[in-house]
C-alpha cells in the first residue's frame, strides 16, 4: 500500500485520518467544519499526502528508468515544499494629476511615478474576505463593466 511503503511514522493513523476526510468531504461536509472535528490544518495533511504521492511516483520512476537504462543518466526533479494554494486579492487605488505644458500634447516625461508602498500580508484563509461583488471587476472583449 503506498501510504504504508511511503510515510514514516504512523502509516496507518495517517491512512485513517486521510481515508475520514475524503469520506467526510465526499458525504458534502463542509472543510472548515472538518478541520475543527478532526483538530487538524488542510495544508499540514495536503502537504503530508502530496510528500507521499512525491515519495511514491520518484521510487517507481526510479524503479522502472534502473530496470531499462541502457546507460547511465542524469535525472533533474523539483520537488514543491507545499501543496496547498492560495487565492491572493490586491486591491488599489492609485490617482494621478499631471500638469502638461501642452494639453493637446502630453509628454511622456511630463509624467512622475507617485509614491506608493506595496505590502504583502499573508493571513490564513479564515482570516480572509473576498471583496465584495460589486468592487470586483470584469474584463469584456473591449469594455470593463462592473459586476453587479
Given at each position: 500500500?503506498?501510504?504504508?511503503?511511503?510515510?514514516?511514522?504512523?502509516?496507518?493513523?495517517?491512512?485513517?485520518?486521510?481515508?475520514?476526510?475524503?469520506?467526510?468531504?465526499?458525504?458534502?461536509?463542509?472543510?472548515?467544519?472538518?478541520?475543527?472535528?478532526?483538530?487538524?490544518?488542510?495544508?499540514?495533511?495536503?502537504?503530508?499526502?502530496?510528500?507521499?504521492?512525491?515519495?511514491?511516483?520518484?521510487?517507481?520512476?526510479?524503479?522502472?528508468?534502473?530496470?531499462?537504462?541502457v546507460a547511465p543518466?542524469?535525472?533533474?526533479?523539483?520537488?514543491?515544499?507545499?501543496?496547498?494554494?492560495?487565492?491572493?486579492?490586491?486591491?488599489?487605488?492609485?490617482?494621478?494629476?499631471?500638469?502638461?505644458?501642452?494639453?493637446?500634447?502630453?509628454?511622456?516625461?511630463?509624467?512622475?511615478?507617485?509614491?506608493?508602498?506595496?505590502?504583502?500580508?499573508?493571513?490564513?484563509?479564515?482570516?480572509?474576505?473576498?471583496?465584495?461583488?460589486?468592487?470586483?471587476?470584469?474584463?469584456?472583449?473591449?469594455?470593463?463593466?462592473?459586476?453587479?
Amino acid at each position: 500500500m503506498l501510504i504504508e511503503k511511503h510515510v514514516k511514522g504512523q502509516p496507518g493513523e495517517f491512512f485513517s485520518r486521510i481515508d475520514e476526510i475524503r469520506n467526510r468531504l465526499l458525504h458534502g461536509d463542509d472543510p472548515v467544519e472538518i478541520e475543527r472535528a478532526l483538530n487538524m490544518k488542510w495544508q499540514e495533511v495536503t502537504d503530508a499526502l502530496g510528500k507521499a504521492t512525491w515519495a511514491a511516483l520518484l521510487s517507481n520512476l526510479i524503479s522502472v528508468t534502473a530496470a531499462h537504462a541502457v546507460a547511465p543518466g542524469k535525472l533533474a526533479l523539483a520537488e514543491t515544499n507545499t501543496y496547498t494554494h492560495y487565492e491572493m486579492h490586491a486591491i488599489t487605488d492609485i490617482s494621478m494629476r499631471v500638469k502638461h505644458a501642452d494639453p493637446a500634447n502630453p509628454q511622456i516625461d511630463e509624467f512622475q511615478l507617485p509614491d506608493f508602498k506595496l505590502d504583502l500580508i499573508v493571513k490564513d484563509r479564515d482570516e480572509v474576505e473576498p471583496p465584495p461583488v460589486a468592487e470586483r471587476q470584469i474584463a469584456g472583449d473591449d469594455e470593463r463593466e462592473t459586476a453587479q
